[in-house]
């Protein structure tokens, strides 16, 4: 799919990579700024699910951490190590520390970088595997080789990939669906064949 005019081109030579701040956690707080922790990052957005908060006059300066709405993040370490997620929230996060944030030029189109990333990741986390716990470093993420088509091929990539899984998804709801009524049909009929029996041996389990 990609044109023969493509180059390979370094994730650091499209982008630059902001690492996460060290937030403490006795000064965490139940409301002020959402602190982006690496738990946060799930299904491809961001979870608001045990968010915690800081003060803003508890530290100095922390404007290169803020996540803006649209921005692409990373998980660099942990059991999520390499999990990608887009801010698809209508506020700003701050990165806590172990979650780095791309900041892309203008000639570069985040969700083509994040479905290209999901490939990548995973070769790279091979690389790291000798310890254990899998981390990914700020210099394996930069030294990542992307193919890199002009702009307009890469919004028709990440159009044709967006149509790909809306059908997948549609066809996964489906296909579970089906199933249900499936095996509601098949204990319909055992309850037919049985007469009744299923269902007065399931009233006594709940009555016992």
């Known amino acids: 799919m990609l044109s023969s005019n493509r180059q390979l081109k ?32 799930q299904n491809n957005g961001f979870s608001d699910d045990k968010l915690v908060f800081f003060d803003v006059n508890d530290y100095d300066n922390l404007d290169n951490y803020i996540v803006y709405p649209g921005e692409l993040v990373i998980a660099m370490s942990g059991a999520t190590t390499g999990k990608l997620a887009i801010n698809n929230k209508n ?9 780095g944030k791309f900041i892309f030029k203008e000639d570069v189109t985040k ?15 091979h690389k790291s595997s000798g310890s254990a716990i899998p981390n990914l470093s ?18 028709k990539i990440v159009a044709y990939l967006d149509e790909l899984n809306a059908t997948i998804s549609k066809l996964k709801s489906e296909y579970r669906s089906q199933l249900a ?18 269902e007065r041996e399931r009233e006594r389990e709940h009555t016992t």
């Open 10 to 41: 370094k994730l650091g030579e499209i982008c630059k990579f902001q690492n996460g701040f060290t937030f403490k956690s006795e000064l965490f707080r139940e409301k002020g700024e959402p602190i982006l922790r690496i738990s946060n990052i």
């Open 91 to 99: 506020k700003n996060y701050y990165l806590n520390q172990r979650v």
């Open 111 to 125: 969700k083509y970088c994040h479905y290209f990333l999901g490939t990548k990741i995973e070769e790279n986390l």
């Open 138 to 155: 700020t210099k394996q993420i930069l030294e990542i080789q992307i193919p890199f088509p002009p702009l307009e091929e890469q919004k």
């Open 181 to 198: 009524m499936l095996d509601e049909m098949r204990n319909s009929s055992l309850d037919l064949a049985f007469g009744g029996s299923r």
